[in-house]
């Protein structure tokens, strides 16, 4: 076991296969989980960021170790760390004037940036521990958001019959609604489209179920708890 861990921790053929490797799943996993909530940084993005961002680090390991390169092997990597801003921005969306999505994605993204560096530079032992809070932050704790935002105001879950209606939908009560995120259908139809919506006040909250029930392309209307 410690001449295999020796192995991936020195720098020859097979720590480089598992280096790419592993960046390769370790994106993938954080990516499909973007993508099950329609994000447009999804599987594929994840997977390019985090092995860009390994064969960044790989690339300075090559000039020191084998071109005899002088410097700090991690130069390269750090203008990873600042130029994911741009491609980070890329997945924010301002939507009505005030409201922002995307942020959690932007922010995946550069965190997985960061740990494609790690796994470039063989530093496994802070790549799984970083991993698995990563994906318990995406998975598990945006339950625990959901419920500490939901719980002063009205939040709803509602499916349409397409992308055209959701859009109209929106763009009506845009001005009363002060989150939407796009969710898969829960009726599992394909052409459906599901939107998780909040309201600031009880006013807002009645105005917006007074039009659900006017709209005859609103499938399924149910609160969120």
Known sequence: MEHVLEQLQGFNVYSVTFRILLATIVGGCIGSE??????AAGLRTHILVCVGAAMT????????????????????GAQVVSGMGFLG??????RNRSHVTGLTTAAGLWATACLGLAIGAGFYMAVIPAFLVIMATIT??????RATKHRDRGAFYIEMND???????YE??????????VVPPRSGMAEHVGLELAVET????RRVMR???????????????
């Open 34 to 39: 973007r993508g099950k909530h329609g994000r």
């Open 140 to 145: 598990v704790f945006i339950h625990l958001e």
């Open 211 to 225: 039009r659900v029930k006017e709209c005859k392309d609103v499938v399924i209307a149910i609160p969120i708890h």
């Open 163 to 169: 992308v055209r209606s959701a859009r109209a939908f």
């Open 172 to 181: 009506e009560l845009a001005v009363y609604i002060s989150e939407i995120e």
């Open 89 to 94: 921005a890329g997945t924010i969306m301002v």
């Open 57 to 76: 680090t790989l690339i300075g390991l090559y000039a020191t170790n084998c071109l005899g390169s002088i410097g700090d092997p991690m130069r390269m």
């Open 202 to 205: 009880a006013e807002n909250s």
